[in-house]
């Protein structure tokens, strides 16, 4: 089992920034392909960013590239979302999940987290 426990989310105007955090508690964390989703109001929950277990690699939502980027701490077992240059269409609960594989899809991740709510004000 994995436990995931996200934090940092809060109401910024568009153009700032946040960071988000999620620790993890349970399996091994070094050996765990981490992401973050998140769903928007009346939407479906999207990939945003995936790492791979040593941090080495990464992955974006196209909408993100350049704007958010994900990393990772082993040694504390945390996994972090910075976010600059946000839009309000970033507004959504966003999520850590934790997989079987750094992928886009949800289905690839067993575990999850509660959210924590992103605000982006125009």
């Known amino acids: 089992q994995v436990q995931l426990v996200e934090s940092g989310g809060g109401l910024v105007q568009a153009g700032g920034s946040l960071r988000l955090s999620c620790a993890a508690s349970g399996r091994s964390f070094n050996t765990l392909p981490m ?32 704007r958010f980027t994900i990393s990772r701490d082993n ?24 997989g079987r594989f750094s992928g886009t899809r949800r289905y690839e991740y067993d ?8 605000t982006v004000s125009s």
């Open 35 to 66: 992401g973050w989703f998140r769903q928007g109001p009346g939407k479906e929950r999207e990939f945003v960013a995936a790492i791979s277990p040593s941090g080495a690699g990464t992955n974006y939502a196209d909408s993100v590239k350049g």
């Open 75 to 98: 040694a504390n077992n945390s996994v972090y979302l910075q976010m600059n240059s946000l839009k309000p269409e970033d507004t959504a609960v966003y999520y850590c999940g934790a």
């Open 111 to 118: 575990y999850w987290g509660q959210g924590t709510q992103v």
